[in-house]
Antibody, heavy 117, light 107 residues
């Protein structure tokens, strides 16, 4: 059974940094691209970032480019989203998702990141 | 950036009725359009990919059609568990983008 478990969310002050993680199980992690998608409470979905299966390629939304970094450790079956220079508008539930041809076929339960003083 | 516009914002229907949801792209996405379902408090679930292909385990009452800039998700006969929010997403070009969603609510 495919499982994705995000962790690391919480309350962080504006300008701060936070790393969220997504631990995968139930599939051959190193064979799959992965993505991060966020959702502001009560609002729609926003793609944040994607990373290729071997970690060599990454893509970012303009809203986070230069502030967020996606990486992965295939030995640990984990993908990371390092967030810095956080703003109030980054407050959201962050989902990791397994990507197949950049369609998100499995999603984690999400982790809430709140940016507030 | 390709903008996806979903309509209507809200669709009020009764169980057993047919639901037709629209997703329009600001430029051609070829057939690289997916649909997701999201229920309150849950993560989205992939329903349809590449316009018309049902994802694993998705019932046959869900179908997708369209090409280029105009796409449709059809639910042939609404079951109680189908009342949810539906999003479209394109993978034709970076950045990946989602539509604003259509809420299917019980009339």
């Amino acid at each position: 059974e495919v499982q994705l478990l995000e962790s690391g969310g919480g309350l962080i002050q504006p300008g701060g940094s936070l790393r969220v993680s997504c631990a995968a199980s139930g599939f051959t992690f190193s064979s799959y691209d992965m993505s991060w998608v966020r959702q502001t409470p009560g609002k729609g979905l926003e793609w944040v970032s994607s990373i290729s299966a071997n970690g060599a390629g990454t893509q970012y939304a303009d809203s986070v480019k230069g502030r967020f970094t996606t990486s992965r450790d295939n030995s640990k079956n984990t993908v990371y989203l390092q967030m810095s220079s956080l703003k109030a508008e980054d407050t959201a539930v962050y989902y990791c998702a397994r990507s197949v041809n950049w369609n998100q076929d499995y999603w984690g339960q999400g982790t809430l990141v709140t940016v507030s003083s | 950036e390709i903008v996806l516009t979903q309509s209507p914002a809200t669709l009020s229907l009764s169980p057993g009725e047919r639901a037709t949801l629209s997703c329009r792209a600001s430029q051609s996405v070829r057939n690289y359009l997916a649909w997701y379902q999201q229920k309150p408090g849950q993560a989205p679930r992939l329903l349809i990919y590449d316009t018309s292909n049902r994802a694993t385990g998705i019932p046959a009452r869900f179908s997708g059609s369209g090409s280029g800039t105009d796409f449709t998700l059809t639910i042939s006969s609404l079951e109680p568990e189908d009342f949810a929010v539906y999003y479209c997403q394109q993978r034709s070009s970076w950045p990946l983008t989602f539509g604003g969603g259509t809420k299917v609510e019980i009339k």
